[in-house]
């Protein structure tokens, strides 16, 4: 996947996407920033780090659905499995996706990748209204994930996971067999786990 360096004119430490940049085994950016009224779409495995990343660095509104399990989880009994509700965390966290999108200004989304038609509404959304959708990436692979799960004490299904995989390596593989962001997509930035750790800032402004 070609690298692209940061464009001119931007402070050392903070890079403004623009195309495709592959941070990989490579020294990170501190701080990403992005056109105010822009949409972020961060996406990765299940465990990779992306709802951590998020509520660590993202400095705008985010819609992830991580909470509204949660939120879910705390109010049912702790016996009922996951996946008996999931249906109702995911209706509830499309509502909330589709309110924010609509309500206009700078917003993050948690994109689990495995539902390819969540990023394309997003980005048919945007254009409807004189705004742009760039990907985050955060490329883990399948030991890292599965440890960043168990860490989270919420495994995926073995089937769920292939899905993910299967759906992450072509996201991969289109990044670099066309060294371009995927269709409709402004920039796309792809990090590992230590990139991830180095970002501290994500961030839209106007200037």
Same mark, same amino acid.
């Given at each position: !996947?070609?690298?692209?360096?940061?464009?001119?004119?931007?402070?050392?430490?903070?890079?403004?996407?623009?195309?495709?940049?592959?941070l990989?085994?490579?020294?990170?950016? &501190?701080?990403?920033?992005?056109?105010?009224?822009?949409?972020?779409?961060?996406?990765?495995?299940?465990?990779?780090?992306k709802?951590?990343? !998020?509520?660590?660095?993202i400095?705008a509104?985010?819609? /992830?659905?991580?909470?509204?399990?949660?939120?879910?989880?705390?109010?049912?009994?702790a016996?009922?499995?996951? &996946?008996?509700?999931?249906?109702?965390?995911?209706?509830?966290?499309?509502r909330?996706l589709?309110?924010?999108?609509?309500?206009?200004?700078?917003? &993050?989304?948690? /994109?689990?990748?495995?539902l390819?038609?969540?990023?394309?509404?997003?980005?048919?959304?945007?254009a409807?209204?004189?705004r742009?959708?760039?990907?985050?990436?955060? /490329?883990?692979?399948?030991?890292?994930?599965?440890?960043?799960?168990?860490?989270?004490?919420?495994?995926?299904?073995?089937?769920?996971?292939?899905?993910?995989r299967a759906?992450?390596?072509?996201?991969?593989g289109?990044?670099?067999?066309?060294g371009?962001?995927?269709?409709?997509?402004a920039?796309?930035?792809v990090?590992?786990?230590?990139?991830?750790? &180095?970002?501290?800032?994500?961030?839209?402004?106007?200037?």
């Amino acid at each position: !996947m070609p690298r692209v360096p940061p464009p001119r004119g931007v402070t050392p430490g903070t890079l403004r996407p623009r195309g495709l940049h592959d941070l990989r085994r490579s020294p990170a950016p &501190a701080a990403l920033h992005y056109p105010a009224g822009d949409l972020l779409v961060v996406s990765g495995l299940p465990g990779s780090g992306k709802s951590t990343l !998020m509520r660590r660095s993202i400095r705008a509104p985010l819609i /992830d659905s991580q909470p509204v399990r949660e939120e879910y989880a705390a109010r049912l009994p702790a016996r009922l499995p996951y &996946a008996l509700y999931r249906p109702l965390v995911r209706i509830a966290h499309y509502r909330r996706l589709r309110r924010a999108v609509l309500d206009g200004g700078p917003l &993050a989304v948690h /994109d689990c990748g495995a539902l390819p038609w969540v990023r394309a509404w997003l980005v048919a959304a945007a254009a409807r209204q004189g705004r742009r959708v760039h990907l985050l990436l955060l /490329d883990a692979g399948a030991a890292e994930a599965r440890d960043g799960q168990q860490a989270r004490g919420q495994t995926v299904s073995r089937y769920a996971f292939a899905r993910h995989r299967a759906a992450a390596r072509r996201l991969n593989g289109g990044l670099a067999g066309t060294g371009e962001p995927p269709a409709g997509c402004a920039s796309a930035v792809v990090l590992d786990r230590a990139a991830a750790r &180095a970002l501290r800032e994500i961030v839209f402004t106007a200037s």
